[in-house]
């Protein structure tokens, strides 16, 4: 767990970025009970965990609008939720923001972080409610500061299945098909990373360009391989976020093995003329 100071940045660093990838030892995972929370809500109100366990099972992602994997993931969460809303209650937890730039920075008060909130709420109409987390994210650091994971818990709340990533819904979505009939999920955990993540940086761009020229940057610092994907990936926008990333992939191959191709020419042409 990184200390107060740490977790509220205002640039997002590689370290940040290398930890995102997997679930450190500790951290409440199945068999565990998700940790009580009492927040406020986006739209007004409180989420108090003790109202919907022992009544309904629960769903528990968190996101924040900044965040390039909540914006990917958010259309098949609603399919989800669509089909197991009246069997499992879904709740968002708006965390600190993943890529914060000029235009929507880190917020440092409860106001700013419930205003962010809000916006992403409203920017992908979403029908279920979004807890805002504290400015030092207590909730959040309790559950390992990943920025779009889930945790589905049973009726008692008990995590039943977690997930690195709310765009695995596929596994998901197995997961969910089982505790609304009573049952446990077959498989209890996801660390799915190819396709979430496809989705993820199919999107980047656009997300970090909302968030202004300074996310974009230091997104280039942290992760300058991630940052040229998402540019080429930005370029077949009409496609499908996930399948943006793999024609930047191809592309990217594709030019690499024709420069090689053109240099090994150069290189024999030289000999040659020798």
């Known amino acids: 767990m990184t200390s107060t100071s740490d977790y509220?940045?205002?640039?997002?660093e590689a370290s940040t970025l290398r930890r995102d990838m997997a679930f450190e030892p500790g951290v409440p995972g199945p068999g565990d009970r998700l940790p009580?929370?009492?927040?406020?809500?986006?739209?007004?109100?409180?989420?108090?965990s003790h109202a919907i366990t022992g009544n309904k099972p629960m769903l528990l992602v968190t996101g924040s609008y900044t965040c390039p994997m909540t914006a990917s993931?958010?259309?098949?969460?609603?399919?989800?939720?669509?089909?197991?809303?009246?069997?499992?209650?879904?709740?968002?937890?708006?965390?600190?923001?993943?890529?914060?730039?000029?235009r929507f920075d880190q917020p440092h008060d409860m106001d700013a972080k419930i205003r962010n909130?809000?916006?992403?709420?409203?920017?992908?109409?979403?029908?279920?409610?979004?807890?805002?987390?504290?400015?030092?994210?207590?909730?959040?650091?309790?559950?390992g500061e990943k920025p779009n994971a889930v945790w589905l818990t049973d009726r008692e709340g008990t995590i039943v299945y977690r997930g690195l990533w709310a765009g695995?819904?596929?596994?998901?979505?197995?997961?969910?098909?089982?505790?609304?009939?009573?049952?446990?999920?077959?498989?209890?955990?996801?660390?799915?990373?190819v396709g979430p993540m496809a989705a993820g940086i199919g999107v980047m761009r656009e997300v970090t360009q909302r968030s202004g020229k300074?996310?974009?940057?230091?997104?280039?610092?942290?992760?300058?391989?991630?940052?040229?994907?998402?540019?080429?990936?930005?370029l077949y926008r009409p496609l499908p976020p996930a399948w943006r990333t793999y024609a930047a992939a191809a592309t990217i191959g594709l030019g690499a093995t024709a420069l090689i191709g053109a240099l090994s020419r150069a290189g024999r042409k030289t000999v040659k003329r020798r």
């Open 168 to 193: 695995d819904t596929e596994t998901l979505g197995d997961a969910l098909e089982a505790v609304s009939r009573g049952r446990l999920p077959k498989k209890r955990e996801s660390t799915a990373r």
């Open 8 to 12: 509220v940045y205002d640039h997002v």
């Open 73 to 102: 993931s958010v259309p098949a969460l609603k399919k989800l939720h669509r089909r197991y809303g009246g069997q499992v209650v879904f709740v968002m937890l708006h965390v600190r923001e993943a890529h914060p730039g000029e």
């Open 36 to 48: 009580v929370f009492d927040l406020p809500a986006a739209t007004g109100g409180r989420i108090r």
């Open 117 to 143: 909130a809000r916006i992403l709420k409203a920017r992908d109409n979403l029908p279920w409610p979004v807890a805002v987390d504290d400015t030092q994210g207590t909730l959040h650091r309790q559950l």
């Open 214 to 234: 300074r996310a974009e940057a230091d997104l280039w610092k942290a992760a300058p391989p991630v940052a040229a994907l998402a540019r080429v990936a930005d």
